[in-house]
């Protein structure tokens, strides 16, 4: 599946023209729920929502290819600089009741809007503006081609290591009810403490659904039969499936969610190729798993017997008691914009008596790759300066055991913990720098390069890094691409690919 190259000539400002106009038609709209969007804050973030929604018009015009992270990225920015404040404003749906707000959101919201849209031009500054690529291929390239001997015995050990360790999991805790109740009993505010220090366990116990799909992906090959679409969304199911039980039963919804985004991304790049239709089908879909899932992370089966038979009076009081909306899910779960705005306005308010974290954060977040019984006594994670932020505690009043936090600051937020806003621009050469990486292996490498296989969940990096704390990326990292990546380095053999010059 070689990727067609785009034209230096397939310029963006016809696609800038079409995101003004729709970034203006979605304002219009939701001027009819509330008049409260007429204020300043509506520049800079229709400036970010047009400047970062060329890149996802781009895409739905077939200028970049499905799974081109310059135009995943895009589509998710879209939401994430520009639906989401615009909702929060609009629906008037801001963090949990126990903070105490600025008296007025807009201000905040735009001057994280500014930040933004600065960042934005780095991060496209950093990646290259151009959506062209150079066609000349390396006098030498690499490439990784599967051994058929070596495969079946590695995968299905990896395979059958996979599942016992699993199993053992489940019975370490007395069985899948006790597992379940462990992730999500909310009677005490430690729900899923007890899976503290098992990460490394999760590496290889919950890597047996990508295993599989990587499994099935290289057995296709030699019968057509399994590449059809009925036979590929019945896969789909079944990895679905195999994701709730290595991982989604412990109220992380990321695993199952990403999991499925890198199955997508193995059946596009080695079996057959997904069209737009799809993705945007998918993430549907997705919406509706995340929701539905939400029932689940707060209250176990329970929740999800609400959610699917219970009374529209349940429902509704699951919903007050527990916030879970669908507004949460948009707003919260794929949106920074309330948090980030809340974190602007108590470290830069007049009488802030906050202090910078200066790296502290990023030190901490690094530090979870070393196992507690080699550093007890770890620096404190991200979580004190998030909390001194936010409620002005003192750091000699902080209590790991006492003051817990659930919240993700995102790139933007984390950045402003320990440097402040004015360094947030700074920080988006981050994305521009992986995406600008991530998108040269999606041009260079090959099918049947097997390297291809975990290309979607460098892809998936593109985007998360915006969204999540250093902490949680390392994690997403460690936890999801060691032994996929170990396994597919024992079943391929490294090639050079000599290229003759032209004569």
Known sequence: MNYQKISSKDTSSDSIIISFFICLLIILVLLQISEQLIHWFLLPVALSGILIGTDAINWLRGRLNTFDPIGLLGLFGFHFFFLAPLLNVSLDYWLEP???????????????AIFNLLGILVYRFARGNSLYLSEREPKNSKSWKINQKRTLPIICFALIFS??????????????????????????????????????????????????????????????????????????VIFFIL??????????????????????????????????????????????????????????????????IGSQEERI????????????????????????????????????????????????????????????????????????????????????????????????????????????????IVPGIITRVVRCYVFSWKF??????????????????LMNDLDIIIFFIVKNGVFPGLILFAVSDREINMVKPNT
């Open 243 to 308: 994701q709730i039980l290595f991982g989604g039963l412990r109220g992380n919804r990321s695993n199952t969610l990403w999991g499925l985004f890198w199955a997508l991304g193995i059946i596009h790049f080695w079996i057959r190729p997904i069209s737009k239709k799809g993705i945007v089908s998918a993430l549907v879909v997705i919406f509706f798993f995340l929701y539905l899932y939400s029932f689940f992370k707060e209250a176990g089966l329970k929740g999800i017997e609400i959610a699917i």
């Open 98 to 112: 126990w903070y105490v707000p600025p008296s007025d959101w807009r201000p905040w919201l735009g001057c994280m």
């Open 163 to 236: 599942a016992v360790l699993q199993i053992s999991i489940y019975q370490s805790f007395g069985g899948l009810e006790n597992y379940i109740s462990a992730a999500t009993d909310l009677s005490t505010k430690n729900a899923g403490s007890q899976f503290a220090g098992m990460g490394f366990l999760f590496m290889f116990s919950e890597s047996f659904p990508v295993l599989a799909m990587i499994g099935f992906a290289i057995y296709s090959q030699k019968h057509k039969n399994l590449r059809s679409w009925p036979v590929l969304l019945i896969a789909l």
């Open 448 to 465: 049947p390069d097997s390297r291809l296989l975990i290309l979607p969940l460098l892809i998936n990096l593109c985007f998360l890094c």
């Open 317 to 428: 009081n699951f919903q007050e008691n527990t916030g879970r909306t669908w507004e949460s899910v948009v707003l919260d779960d794929l949106g920074r914009a309330s948090i980030q705005a809340f974190l602007l306005y108590r470290i830069m308010r007049y009488n802030s008596d906050y202090e910078f974290a200066w790296g502290r954060t990023y030190f901490a977040d690094v530090s979870i790759l070393v196992p507690k019984s080699i550093w007890p006594k770890k620096p404190p994670d991200k979580y004190l300066d998030g909390i001194r932020a936010e409620s002005g505690l003192l750091p000699e009043q902080y209590d790991p055991n006492d003051w817990i936090s659930s919240k993700v600051y995102g790139l933007a937020g984390e950045s402003m913990l320990n440097f402040g806003p004015f360094s947030i621009p700074f920080f988006f």
